[in-house]
């Protein structure tokens, strides 16, 4: 299979199973995974109970066929299957390219279990090349911008059509040009204690399996 991503997200269907609640990741990957969730719920009568991570999502996801509920009218989710940006060897990792953080990380944290799909190009050392999107208020944005600009995080608005991008959930996005994360897990911290950021997208502590997407076939990862 010439696509990875389709490779890997058709993979990933693979441990879904008649009866579970399944959250449903946003992006390009993930986009192959609930395809492949549609298909299989159309063809092969599965019986799931989807959650999405975006309005993108759900659009997917209704147009395919597949039954969802919201996130609020499930105890929780059995297995989320959602992209990622980068991901190392610790399978921490930083989401929210696609600006859809907040409600997969919801999603994420209401999981019994998360698997990521990415294909190779994904799979870093240390993380932080790729800028670190945060959501953030829009009250008070312009000050916690410049809190990050005295703080070195080089920071820049995220851009939608000449303006600030704002989210499925009315926030703006900020994204931090680190180039590289020494501790993510303090970051994480210093960020969940910032006032103003509703969220950021570093992932940590909450992935079981990673599959990635070479050519030579995917390659599952488990944690140990
Ligand atoms: C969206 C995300 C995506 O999962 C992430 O950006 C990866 O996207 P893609 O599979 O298109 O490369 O976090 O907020």
């Known amino acids: 299979m010439s696509n990875l991503k ?22 390009s990957t993930a ?7 549609g298909r299989r719920v159309k063809e092969e009568g599965l019986q799931i109970v989807g959650v999405t991570t975006s309005h993108a999502t759900a659009e997917q996801a209704a147009s395919l066929g597949i039954p969802l509920k919201n996130i609020d009218d499930v105890e929780s989710v059995d297995l989320t299957v959602d992209g990622a940006d980068e991901v190392d060897s610790q399978f921490n990792g930083i989401k929210g390219g696609g600006a859809a953080l907040l409600m997969e990380k919801v999603v994420a944290v209401n999981s019994k279990d998360c698997i990521w799909i ?37 920071p820049s608005f995220r851009i939608t059509n000449g303006k600030k991008h704002v989210t499925d959930m009315q926030n703006f996005i900020i994204d931090l040009d680190l180039g590289r994360i020494e501790d993510a897990r303090a970051l ?13 997208g570093l992932f940590i502590g909450l992935i079981s399996k990673v599959i990635v997407g070479r050519p030579e076939g995917p390659q599952i990862l488990e944690k140990n």
């Open 118 to 154: 990415v294909d190779e190009s994904k799979v870093v050392e240390t993380l932080g090349a790729f800028k670190l999107p945060v959501e953030v208020v829009q009250y008070g944005s312009e000050n916690l911008f410049r809190l990050f600009e005295t703080k070195g995080y080089r």
């Open 6 to 27: 389709e490779q890997v997200g058709i993979k990933a269907a693979e441990f879904v199973t008649d009866g579970m609640v399944v959250g449903l990741g946003t992006g």
């Open 188 to 200: 994480s911290d210093e960020l969940d204690h910032t006032v103003g950021v509703v969220e950021h």
């Open 31 to 37: 986009y192959y995974f609930v395809q492949e969730i």
